[in-house]
């Protein structure tokens, strides 16, 4: 057996997952109406080194006299659930109140591919926004990249390897509980809740099956934590969870960006777990959702769409983050000094 093996058990557990998702991860019904104005979202295919990857893409409810911006989204699900309709609530919260096209992404997950391929057709899908923006009626100049848990790894991804092709830069990257190094353990990652949301099961299957080359992990792609040069990433919003055991990898990925000088917006929202923008308490899901509104809309300025201001958002009866930010805590860094470690294998 060799470290690039993946078992028929684990194959079967990751289709098995993939396949009971729906069941399991519905969202309240409360965040799937936050944004009735924003219409059904139109799908393309675009092109990658891997094939063709289908998009999701949310336009805002009401036109500018700009170009709008565009935010490309990265869905969760540990490598192995494949499903960016989750995101939807996410997608039209966010096309309403910054005025942007959202685009959400269909990459290939486990245990159909493995490391690197959903990262390189991240990439590949962020580049061709980009530069295709005139066709598509976006502003691919003013593109951030985002997601949630795998989905935040794979937008880190999409900066790192636009640094190094020079083919475009994001203006910002918004990263919610994600996972940052994959050379630890699950053992590594702990948490003050008995039962947490990402159990050790779950990161096993993950290992097992995106990333059962274990030399790899140690490669920067695969773990942003141990890239020694992130210098030169756009403003960052990090958010995490108290209860998340992915919580302190990304507080340790935070100090490391402002270390390397990158200007780090950093909430930490107390009592949730993995997952908290996507389920109940509703209140605290929004304000998240309003973090990211608030950090895209600093990144897309000076041109802010009409209909996109906070004076025109819909009363959706939950605090704003004004209210329910009492409790988060919240830290700017405008990073100095040493950036960290090296990756490892590099």
Known sequence: ??????????????????GSFPLLGSVPKELRNLSPD????????????HGDVRCLVYRPPRAGEDTAPVYVE??????IVRAPEQDDHLCRYLAAHTGAVVLSVDYDTAPSVRYPVAEQQAYDV????????DEHGWDGERLAAGGMSA?????????QQARESGVFRPVA??????AMDMTLTPPDRTSPKKHPAVAPWLLNLMYATYFPDVPRRRECLASPSLDDDLAGFPPTL??????????AESDRFAAKLSSAGVTVTHERFPGVDHGFTHDKPVEVAVAAL????????????PVILAGSTSADRPDHGFSSPDVVGEDVQQEHLSGEGQQADECGGQ
């Open 74 to 79: 990265f869905h969760g699900g540990a490598f």
């Open 151 to 159: 989905g935040s790894k794979l937008a880190i991804n999409v900066c």
């Open 126 to 133: 962020a580049e061709w926004a980009a530069t295709h923006g």
């Open 290 to 301: 309003d973090a990211v509104v608030a950090h895209l809309r600093t990144a897309f300025a």
């Open 173 to 178: 990257l918004v990263s919610g509980y994600g």
């Open 238 to 247: 990090i958010m995490t969870a108290e209860l998340d055991v992915m919580a």
């Open 1 to 18: 057996m060799t470290s690039q093996h993946i078992s028929v058990g684990s194959r079967l557990g990751a289709r098995l997952l993939r």
């Open 38 to 49: 924003v219409g059904d979202p139109a799908e393309i295919h675009v092109p990658t080194r």
